[in-house]
């Protein structure tokens, strides 16, 4: 199998879900509506052998909406071959979670959470993993305000027994 | 942190984030009954220094240097990861003694950070002498290093479009020497650590992870080979002319300690056998391309030709731009995928720059290893996936 043939199956298959098929450089990505992921992604699993997760990211496009890319690298280990997914959101819609598909997904969509504040829906841990709890904003965002950042403080100042 | 309430006759210890088994600052909260590990949770972030937002700030050749620091046990591995991603946006192919150079680097480098990994594992597991002998190898891996860019390691030696320098005449001896003298000290661990009892004892059957659960929490390298799976990049999917070169994927049985520590110690035989077919068959040829979008001119050219000082002044203020696009490119690092995304928007700093972390993933699957183990055992198991948390904090 091959990307091309992967990206044919998922068309004929999910006819609404894939908004866009992009060719560059070898590699085949695809425009996935954000409702349907879960279902995109099982059938990818399942079906088209990307039992790997390679990788799972974020894109901020500051001006255009929607504004971020929520990116999803697939590997199928028995062909070698990767396929990439795409999502698109705005700020405060959430992305439903494929935790419950790829388990590698977990820390990759807090990360995201946690670096865009891009929020996944039904995810079983969602919190910040890099960052300290306190922090306040997401610094991957383009509109982050780099300097005079206002560390988390302590919860109080005293020495407490 | 931990999010239910704990049970009355368990007991909440913190490991981390200075505990010197967590080779780094990892932060491990764990709960007890008795010596038995019923729950644990990795806390991470403590080296976050944010690398990839400072990448979009840098451009494409620039970005190099931040790579080095990622990984900083295999850089060149990063470094090698890095280029080739750029160099497929950008649309290039580099000559092939390049690409030779690139893979007897990227081996060299291989052997040196499994060396350190084993040297800190043994330590861990109380073997002190491993650790020294470990280090006094590395020394030399660092050595042809230093000779060859100059600094031990954060070489930056591996350049889109090439490489940062031809090879020093000194290479070669050194290279041959060290392969000569490497193979008999692999044995030499061998004889040490194999089948001493004590060893085995800590290592079998500890910490096992599934074939199906390392594919689906994402682990790789020697951490899903150990688990049977024959997951190599260098093999399944070939980059920078590995399918020039004859060597074998080692995979475990069990998944456990034992056998990732098997799998590194017998994939430091097969690096060095790439690195001996890579000297002996190290094409002749230029050691970068002759684009001047993408590679500067030659210093002495510069301070006599126009056009060669344009090129040089336009390449360093603007920088190389690739044209509007993504690439994913992912090579066997020594933990295993190492992966970078890159987005460009035609200008001369990547948009997005980010990096798949084979010690994120890999590090993520660690609860899944630990089910019911001693708190010793945790120990070894650490030690048994290799983290550098330069990576997984980024």
């Known amino acids: 199998m091959t990307?091309?043939?992967?990206?044919a199956a998922l068309q004929e298959r999910f006819p609404e879900a894939v908004l866009d098929v992009v060719h560059f450089r070898g590699e085949v990505s695809l425009l996935i509506r954000r409702d349907q992921i879960v279902d995109v992604a099982k059938f990818c699993h399942d079906d088209l052998t990307y039992t790997f997760l390679s990788d799972l990211s974020a894109v901020d496009w500051l001006d255009q909406r929607p504004r971020f890319d929520i990116v999803y690298h697939l590997t199928s280990l028995e062909y070698m071959i990767r396929l990439r997914l795409k999502v698109q959101t705005v700020e405060g819609q959430p992305v439903p979670s494929v935790t419950s598909v790829w388990g590698a997904a977990n820390w990759a969509e807090r990360e995201v959470y946690d670096l865009y504040g891009v929020e996944f829906s039904s995810h079983p841990d969602l919190?910040?993993?890099?960052l300290p709890e306190g922090w306040v904003g997401h610094p991957m965002r383009k509109d982050f305000q780099q300097t005079q950042i206002a560390l988390p403080r302590p919860k109080s100042d005293k020495w407490v027994e | 942190m931990v999010t239910t309430e704990p049970r009355q006759d368990t007991m909440i210890l913190n490991m981390g984030p200075q505990h010197p088994s967590t080779h780094g600052v990892l932060r491990l909260l764990v709960e007890l009954e008795g010596e038995t590990v019923i729950r644990l949770q990795p806390d991470i972030g403590y080296l976050h220094t944010g690398i990839e937002k400072t990448g979009e700030r840098l451009k494409y050749q620039q970005v190099i240097t931040l790579t080095d620091r990622m990984g900083y046990l295999d850089n060149m591995l990063d470094e090698l990861a890095y280029v080739l991603a750029?160099?497929?946006?950008?649309g290039v192919d580099v000559p092939e003694r390049v690409k030779w150079i690139r893979v007897l680097l990227a081996e060299l480098e291989r052997?040196?950070?499994?060396?350190?990994?084993?040297?800190?594992h043994a330590l861990d597991l109380g073997a002190m002498s491993v650790f020294m002998y470990c280090f006094r190898e590395r020394e030399k891996i660092l050595d042809i290093k230093e000779n060859l860019s100059g600094v031990r390691?954060?070489?930056s030696f591996i350049r889109i479009g090439g490489l940062a320098n031809d090879l020093t005449p000194e290479f070669e001896p050194m290279v041959r020497e060290f392969i000569g003298y490497m193979r008999g000290r692999v044995d030499e661990y061998e004889e040490l650590l194999t089948e001493n009892p004590l060893w085995v004892e800590r290592t079998k059957h500890t910490g096992v992870l599934l074939a199906e659960v390392a594919i689906n929490m994402?682990?790789?390298?020697?951490t899903i080979r150990a688990s049977g799976v024959p997951y190599d990049m260098r093999k399944r999917a070939p980059y920078s002319g590995y399918e020039n070169f004859d060597f074998d994927v080692i995979l475990g049985e069990n998944g456990d300690v034992y056998d990732r520590f098997m799998c590194r110690i017998r994939e430091m035989r097969q690096s060095l056998r790439i690195v001996e077919q890579a000297i002996d068959g190290l094409p002749e040829g230029p050691w970068r391309i002759d684009d001047r979008k993408i590679v500067p001119p030659p210093k002495d050219e510069?301070?006599?030709?126009?056009?060669?000082?344009?090129?040089?002044?336009k390449l360093f203020t603007e920088g190389l731009k690739p044209p509007v696009g993504e690439v994913y490119q992912a090579i066997e690092g020594a933990r295993g995928e190492m992966g970078y995304y890159l987005v460009s928007n035609g200008t001369g700093k990547p948009y997005r720059f980010h990096m798949r972390a084979p010690s994120f993933y890999n590090l993520q699957a660690l609860p899944q290893m630990m089910h019911g183990g001693l708190i010793a055992d945790l120990v070894a198991i650490v030690g048994s996936i290799d983290i550098v948390l330069g990576e997984v904090d980024r």
Request: proline letters at 5%; one cysteine or more; aromatic letters at 4%.
């Open chain 1, 3 to 7: 990307p091309e043939e992967s990206a």
């Open chain 2, 153 to 155: 390691m954060m070489t």
């Open chain 2, 218 to 222: 994402g682990c790789s390298g020697p």
């Open chain 1, 127 to 130: 919190r910040r993993i890099l």
């Open chain 2, 111 to 120: 052997v040196s950070s499994h060396l350190v990994w084993l040297g800190t």
């Open chain 2, 302 to 313: 510069i301070v006599q030709d126009m056009e060669a000082l344009i090129h040089h002044f």
């Open chain 2, 86 to 90: 750029a160099e497929k946006l950008v």
